[in-house]
Nanobody, 117 residues
């Protein structure tokens, strides 16, 4: 069963930046697409960004131009660079499979991102 370990979250002021990492294990990492999701308090989990096995990326409208997803196939790791953070980006961030190809697997613990002054 694939496993995800997210890290890199924290408290940041509006306009600040964070880089999230997701270590993926127990799978053949480089042949699959991956995604970053987030869940804010009282809201459903939403897909934020995806990256295919070939490196093509896609983003939800609210983060376009601010977030960048990337992958390192040598380290089995997916990254999310988040710039110009806004309070509405506050959420627990998770990584998982690209849902356009395969349904999500069991979720990791996520990493908390809080944007506040």
């Amino acid at each position: 069963q694939v496993q995800f370990v997210e890290s890199g979250g924290g408290l940041v002021q509006p306009g600040g930046s964070l880089r999230l990492s997701c270590a993926v294990s127990r799978t053949i990492f480089n042949i699959y697409g991956w995604g970053w999701y987030r869940q804010a308090p009282g809201k459903q989990r939403e897909l934020v960004a995806t990256i295919t096995s070939r490196g093509s990326t896609d983003y939800t409208d609210s983060v376009k131009g601010r977030f960048t997803i990337s992958r390192d196939n040598n380290k089995n790791t997916v990254y999310l660079q988040m710039n110009s953070l806004k309070p509405e980006d506050t959420a627990v961030y998770y990584c998982n499979r690209d849902p356009r190809r395969r349904p999500p697997a069991s979720w990791g613990q996520g990493t908390q991102v809080t944007v506040s002054s």
